[in-house]
């Protein structure tokens, strides 16, 4: 799978669901571990494509990032467990050049799309948080 360095100065503004509405870097980092840092399964398209099990679930659009939670989010609280992903979604603005940062756009309709770059990277580029 080739991965798209985002090249120097180009801006990238994405959405991921994070599990604290603190605008504190430190706070949010563990929100931008890959499944694989948490030393969870590979599941779906990671089982074929590790990358994607190291890389990070983003969207375009804010919408997007509550689409996917109002279709997950219900079916954990109906079931009694909690909802991991979080309960919020924080708008990344990232800058080529700041520092290292990798995206696939498969140019999915929901606008979903991976990134790949140090959680604290992330969570440093984090300039706004708003509900699920």
Known sequence: MAKLALPEGV??????LVTTNALDPAALEGSFYSNKRKGRRAR???INCPAI???LSC???LQGARDLYGFIA???KRAGKPVAMGNFVAELRLVG???EVWYKDRHDPTGHITIWA????LAGAVVDIHDA
Not at 11 to 16: D, E, G, K, N, S
Not at 118 to 121: E, I, N
């Open 74 to 76: 219900p079916k954990l």
């Open 118 to 121: 140090a959680p604290l990277d």
């Open 11 to 16: 801006v990238l503004c994405a959405h991921r």
């Open 53 to 55: 099990w190291d890389g």
């Open 44 to 46: 779906g398209r990671e």
């Open 59 to 61: 969207f375009y659009s």
């Open 97 to 99: 050049g700041t520092y």
